[in-house]
């Protein structure tokens, strides 16, 4: 089974929503993936962020068009396109910025969906939060949280941005990370999913060790390729 499709299904069963996904491990292919999905289901959709994400020039968004500054205000969507809008960053420009809150307000009452990456992890499978993480705009409907399988027998400080502890990434440290404050679920609304990426090269034992744990409630959790968009476990 696809996990975009059920992804859709499960969040956007209106097909109307404002999607924050955080974490680690695979949020801006998930992104996209998810994008793709909601327009080649008739939905108008736009895809932005809401801390920084890699430059549109330098990552294939699946987007009919880009954006760049608030000229988006006056675009008329369209049913089954994708639009692309962040802001330019004066710094760094291989990544683009947040647009000011208010304009994704604006946004939302153009679009169908929003899909914004609202995490940063440097590349890593998982991720810590701080205070000021993830940020999870106020009309956010459902939140997709995303760890990367790979991180699973690695060291605590190598494999999650924002840990500095020498120890290993095992059950009992997925079990803190899903129930820490801190952790993979800070923002959860009342609709979320967690998805495991990476599912295509694990074991059974991995699998086990995941149907195992404890998630929150109003949460449903896959294990999942995102490469191939392919669920290969309904773990809660």
């Keep these: 089974m696809r996990l975009s499709d059920v992804l859709f299904e499960t969040l956007l069963p209106e097909k109307r929503g404002f999607i924050s996904i955080t974490g680690g491990g695979g949020k801006t292919t998930l992104l996209s993936l998810l994008g793709k999905k909601a327009a080649e289901a008739g939905c108008s959709v736009l895809l932005t962020t809401t801390t920084k994400v890699a ?5 294939d968004y699946k987007a009919d068009t880009i954006f760049g500054d608030e000229s988006i205000l006056a675009h008329v969507p369209e049913k089954g396109r994708i639009v692309f809008y962040s802001e ?3 710094l760094d420009m291989k990544k683009w910025i947040a647009p000011r809150d208010d304009v994704l307000t604006v946004l ?16 890593l499978p998982l991720k810590i939060h701080t205070e000021r993480d993830p940020v999870i705009h106020p ?5 997709i949280s995303v760890m990367g399988l790979w991180g699973i027998g690695g060291k605590a400080y190598a494999e999650a941005f924002g840990e500095d502890r020498d120890i290993i990434i095992n059950g ?7 129930n820490a404050p801190e952790g993979l679920c800070k923002g ?12 295509e090269n694990v074991d059974d034992d991995v699998m086990k060790m995941l149907s195992g744990l ?3 409630a109003d949460t449903k959790a896959y294990a999942a390729s995102e490469m191939e968009d392919r669920i290969y476990g309904f773990i809660c």
């Design 139 to 143: 009309l956010t409907t459902a939140v």
């Design 172 to 178: 009992d440290y997925l079990q803190w990370y899903l």
């Design 55 to 59: 430059s549109p020039y330098l990552h």
């Design 108 to 123: 939302y009452s153009h679009f169908d969906v929003i899909i914004a990456e609202a995490d940063g992890s440097r590349g």
């Design 214 to 216: 404890s998630y929150p």
């Design 188 to 199: 959860f609304v009342n609709n979320n999913a967690v998805v495991f990426n990476g599912a």
């Design 88 to 90: 330019h960053h004066t």
